[in-house]
């Protein structure tokens, strides 16, 4: 039990030192569009990069900030619209169409995470954001750092 509580309480330490903050898709005047919200009340981490993920794990969209963001203040804010990168950042993976049925990923380091599908298309579309951390969900996430990406996708 004494080897344990330092391991515990160093897991502890880093858990606390790295936010989670959950993203939500929603539907904005037919677009699909990203809101974050830090349930703690904390201020919502400014990412270098933000990706939503396919199923195979590969990106159906990333963006990535323009350079080293220097001095107070963010250029990352919410809400942010699938396909269209907002200033600071550029597409470094072209958004691609979403398919109804297909669950999708959301991973930006800063500790943003989330997960969605959609239902229907057209008028009738909806969005369901789902449980993030479920199998299908981590198993993409997996699929995703296989490929060699650097940034993180969600702390643990």
């Known amino acids: 039990m004494k080897r344990l509580f330092p391991f515990l ?3 502890l330490a880093l858990a606390a030192c790295s936010p989670s ?10 677009r699909v569009t990203f809101t974050g919200a830090d349930p703690d009340g904390r201020r919502v981490p400014c990412p270098g990069s933000l990706a939503i993920l396919a199923e195979n794990g590969a990106p159906v ?9 220097e001095g107070p203040g963010c250029a990352f804010r919410f809400p942010v619209t699938y396909g269209q990168p907002p200033a600071g950042f550029t597409a ?5 169409s979403l398919e109804p049925g297909r669950l999708y990923v959301i991973a930006g ?16 579309a909806a969005i369901d954001n789902v449980d993030a951390g479920s199998a299908r969900a981590q198993e993409i996430r997996r699929r ?3 490929q060699g990406v650097t940034a993180p996708v969600r702390p643990g």
């Open 9 to 11: 309480a160093a897991t």
């Open 109 to 124: 380091d800063g500790g943003l995470y989330g997960a969605f599908s959609l239902r229907g298309s057209g008028a009738g």
């Open 144 to 146: 995703y750092q296989a």
């Open 92 to 96: 470094s993976a072209a958004a691609a």
């Open 61 to 69: 969209w990333r963006i990535d900030q323009d350079g080293r963001h």
């Open 21 to 30: 903050v959950p993203v939500k898709a929603v539907l904005v005047d037919g």
